[in-house]
């Protein structure tokens, strides 16, 4: 169907430079999700692949060619909104037939094919009805069954679920991700939620500043993020500084706070180093002897199937983890530490 | 009466009394007055008749000028919705200094009295005027152009001065459109054509109908313009109304042949919004 390749895509804004050679791959059928903070070039490099803004430089490639010269009204790319970008003086129905009139489909193909579209994204009923006499979720169901009926190549989706509340979210997040895998759909996904971002994609781009920081499945970004900058926009992490870094035969080994430690890690670290370990690495110890930190319980939250405990060290550094719900844990405790080293992960410290 | 509604009432009395003064009693005296015979010592009579209206509406010449008014007024508010369309396109996409530039040469029509206004049209075009020298001296011509005192330069003059009234109303609601929906058709095939078709013209149209409404009502009712550029020959409803009022004193009729005027406006501005109202609905997001 369709592999994309993204290569080097440079945009500039005046002399704001808002992409900064952004390179990725999608194989057919994936979706490939771009994560990253307000401002970090996602929507731009989304806008370059539909066409509806053109790089100052790099290239995009649809199935081997070129399609950087193809107007967006060539590239039969379905796009979705953040604010859904519905004709509000058509019809639901006319909203997700506008296409297919362009291409002057038969009558009868059309009111099928429209049908099928509103089925799909479970909209029976409406059709009739104009944008604003519909809900936030089911707008933004026509944006995708809009999106979906021309049969795109590829789909690209602009922080679709921004604008929903919670529940919504969830329900046609799966919704998305139901269809795009049933019709083996390449699919672009912009987000700034992580959670979002880890549960729908094949792959993930964290983009920062323009560039892509790392490219790689979800459990990759999560569990071996190349830097601290992924590693922090991924999900909670601990971050500890090492005293001393050995390479070793497929890791490393550490001495952090005090304790030594063989570790897995980014390749090629050669002197400073920080350690990370995600809260459900880190348990309380039953007893002080399988504890490799010692420190005093500072703050403690009750969530309901957790407890979420920070824990300040000796050397000054604190350690945030999950404690089970029941767990007899007070503020002020003495707590011994226990990391599961299979869930720790080296990374080059960056000096701020 | 609670104390929120009576502070209502007093807010709207100023309007209110505005109203009344300014326009229920003067068209309340006039309706009265196109009823009264004609006068010979005053310039009406003492009694009452319906006689100017069966007049008007059975006196053809009353007719080719009624029809004259309303096919100048429906051109010039045609040729202002032409011209005023891509300037109020290139406006609306315009910031900072290039659009208050914009904004003042638009508005620039405006900034001179009607009278100075339409002299200035009559110098510029009369038959040893700086139009014709040039034309003559470039050789494009080799005879003086006949413009003055046609009914070709009112309608020029007229669209030239309603302009402002067209684009600012439809720069407007084209800044209101957002640019994703021209990229959302552009994404489902759409070319620029289709897009402005279906997608830019319809949503304009909150704009576009102000804009007509009020170019159809300025023109039809403008009486400077045509009085100085249109000449003696033709009449148009309001310099036939002021010659009436003012020229031979039949304040009757004058006042009838206003009426009618008015109310053939009305019908006009009613029939428009009618006919246009499914699509003011559907546009208005
Ligand atoms: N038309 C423009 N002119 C100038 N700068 C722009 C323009 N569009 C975007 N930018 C800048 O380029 C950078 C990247 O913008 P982009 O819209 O791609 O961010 P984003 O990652 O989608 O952010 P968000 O999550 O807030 O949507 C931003 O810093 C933005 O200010
Ligand atoms: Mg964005």
């Known amino acids: ?214 490219f790689a499945t979800p459990r990759e970004i999560y569990q071996k993020p190349v830097e601290r900058y992924v590693a922090d926009f991924t999900g909670e992490a601990n971050f500890l500084s090492c005293t001393r870094v050995a390479p070793v035969a497929g890791g490393y080994d550490i001495e952090v706070a005090g304790a030594h430690l063989r570790v897995a890690g980014v390749p090629g670290i050669r002197d400073r180093a920080e350690l990370l370990l995600r809260p459900e690495a880190l348990s309380i110890a039953p007893d002080t002897g399988q504890a490799l930190f010692q420190g005093r319980v500072e703050k403690l939250a009750f969530l309901g199937a957790s407890q979420h405990c920070e824990v300040r060290l000796p050397d000054g550094g604190a350690l945030k983890l999950a404690v089970q719900a029941n767990r007899p844990v007070g503020v002020g405790d003495q707590a011994g530490i226990r990391i599961d080293s299979e869930h720790a992960w080296l990374m080059p410290e960056v000096r701020q | 009466m609670t104390r929120g509604a009576r502070l209502r009432l007093l807010l709207a009395l100023p309007a209110v009394a505005l109203i009344f003064v300014f326009m229920v009693l003067p068209i309340t005296n006039m309706v009265e007055m196109s009823f009264r015979t004609l006068g010979t010592t005053a310039p009406f009579g003492d009694s009452y008749t319906t006689g100017h209206y069966s007049r008007i509406l059975s006196d053809g010449y009353y007719w080719q000028v009624l029809l004259r008014s309303l096919v100048t007024a429906l051109l010039v508010t045609l040729l202002c919705l032409l011209v005023s369309y891509p300037i109020a396109w290139h406006m609306s996409k315009a910031h900072g200094f290039k659009a208050v530039m914009l904004y003042a040469l638009i508005a620039s029509p405006l900034m001179t009295g009607v009278l100075v206004r339409n002299f200035g049209w009559m110098i510029v075009t009369a038959l040893n005027g700086p139009l014709n020298e040039t034309l003559l001296g470039l050789g494009i011509i080799e005879r ?81 313009t045509p009085a100085l550029l249109g000449g003696q020959m033709v009449s148009y409803m309001p310099t036939l109304i002021v010659a009436e009022l003012n020229g031979t004193f039949r304040w009757p009729l004058g006042s009838a042949l206003a009426i009618v005027l008015a109310v053939v406006t009305l019908i006009c501005v009613a029939a428009f919004t009618l006919l246009t109202a499914k699509l003011m609905e559907k546009s208005r997001a």
């Open chain 2, 144 to 224: 003086p152009l006949r413009l003055l005192f046609t009914q070709g330069l009112v309608v020029l003059a007229l669209v030239h001065v309603f302009v402002p009234f067209m684009v600012l109303p439809i720069n407007n609601a084209l800044r209101n459109i957002p640019p994703a929906l021209v990229e959302a058709s552009s994404s489902m095939g759409a070319n620029r054509w289709q897009a402005f078709r279906d997608v830019i013209l319809p949503l304009s149209f909150p704009g576009i109908y102000p804009g007509v409404i009020l170019v159809f009502v300025l023109s039809i009712a403008a009486y400077v």
């Open chain 1, 1 to 214: 169907m369709a592999a994309v390749e993204v290569r080097d895509l440079r945009k500039r804004y005046g002399s704001f430079l808002a992409l900064d050679g952004v390179s990725l791959t999608a194989q057919t059928g994936q979706l490939v999700t771009l994560l990253g903070p307000s401002g970090c070039g996602k929507s731009t490099t989304l806008r370059c692949l539909a066409g509806f803004l053109d790089p100052d430089g790099g290239s995009i490639s649809i199935d081997g060619s070129d399609i950087l010269g193809v107007p967006a009204n060539r590239r039969g790319f379905g796009v979705v909104f953040q604010n859904y970008a519905l004709f509000p003086h058509m019809t639901v129905a006319g909203n997700i037939g506008y296409g297919l009139k362009l291409q002057k489909r038969p009558k009868t193909e059309m009111a099928e094919r429209i049908a099928d579209a509103m089925r799909l994204v479970r909209l029976q009923g409406l059709e009739d009805r104009y944008p604003r006499q519909i809900s936030g979720g089911q707008q933004q169901r026509v944006a995708l069954a809009r999106a979906l009926v021309l049969r795109p190549r590829l789909l690209l989706l602009d922080e679709p679920l921004a604008n929903l509340d919670a529940r919504l979210r969830d329900e046609v997040r799966w919704l998305i991700r139901d269809v795009q895998q049933e019709s083996g759909i390449t699919a672009f996904y912009v987000t700034h939620d992580q959670s979002e971002a880890m549960a729908m994609s094949d792959m993930v781009a964290v983009m920062k500043e323009g560039r892509v920081a790392q």
